[in-house]
């Protein structure tokens, strides 16, 4: 997954998705095809975490699709957050693969956020700035340098990462 979730192509990926999304939503289903993605239903696990459950159709693919992932942010030797993808032939129902979800939900939170920094950004950004430095900290320090010629960027937190240059 490290070798085929590259941010460049990421990048692509997801702003074609977020654009087919939209059109989706705006009753455009014609050109982009449709795609249902309800909000993800979590379930709480009291003073320790959620488990979030996130299906979509997506037409244009014949695919079903959900994340199913895990936040437990008191963990302390293993992740704080855990996922697996389910992905469903949308054609006839039948299972066709089960991935590994860390590496996506931690390059693809961070390629999103990349990705709406340019088209939110007003100019072109020079300076970076990431509090924490958890697994996001570090995904949004490699998608963001991965997107943009910073001239200085760096995290707040003892156990960071600071590059400075
Ligand atoms: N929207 C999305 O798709 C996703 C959102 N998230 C969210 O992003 C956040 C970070 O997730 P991860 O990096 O995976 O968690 P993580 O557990 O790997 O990292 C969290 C980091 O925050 C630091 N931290 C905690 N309190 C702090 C404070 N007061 N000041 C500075 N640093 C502090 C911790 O030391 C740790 O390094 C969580 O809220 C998580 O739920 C995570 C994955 C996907
Ligand atoms: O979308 C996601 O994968 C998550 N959102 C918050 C915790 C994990």
């Known amino acids: 997954m490290q070798d085929i979730l590259k941010y460049n192509l990421l990048f692509d990926a997801l702003e074609r998705g977020f654009a087919l999304f939209s059109q989706s939503s705006c009753g455009q289903e014609a050109s982009a095809g449709f795609i249902d993605q309800p909000v993800r239903t979590c379930v709480t696990i009291p003073s320790k975490g959620f488990f979030g459950c996130m299906p979509v ?4 693919e014949d695919l079903l699709v959900s994340k199913l992932v895990t936040a437990f942010p008191k963990n302390k030797d293993i992740p704080s957050h855990n996922a697996i993808v389910a992905v469903f032939d949308a054609s006839c129902g039948v299972p066709r693969a089960l991935l590994d979800g860390d590496i996506i939900t931690t390059r693809r939170t961070a390629a999103a956020s990349a990705v709406a920094t340019k088209h939110l950004v007003n100019g072109e950004p020079k300076v970076l700035a990431i509090l ?19 001239e200085k960027s760096g995290s707040a937190r003892s156990n960071v990462r600071v590059d400075d240059g």
């Open 57 to 60: 159709y997506i037409e244009a």
């Open 132 to 150: 924490g430095c958890g697994v996001q900290g570090t995904s949004h320090y490699d998608a963001l340098t991965a997107m943009f010629q910073l």
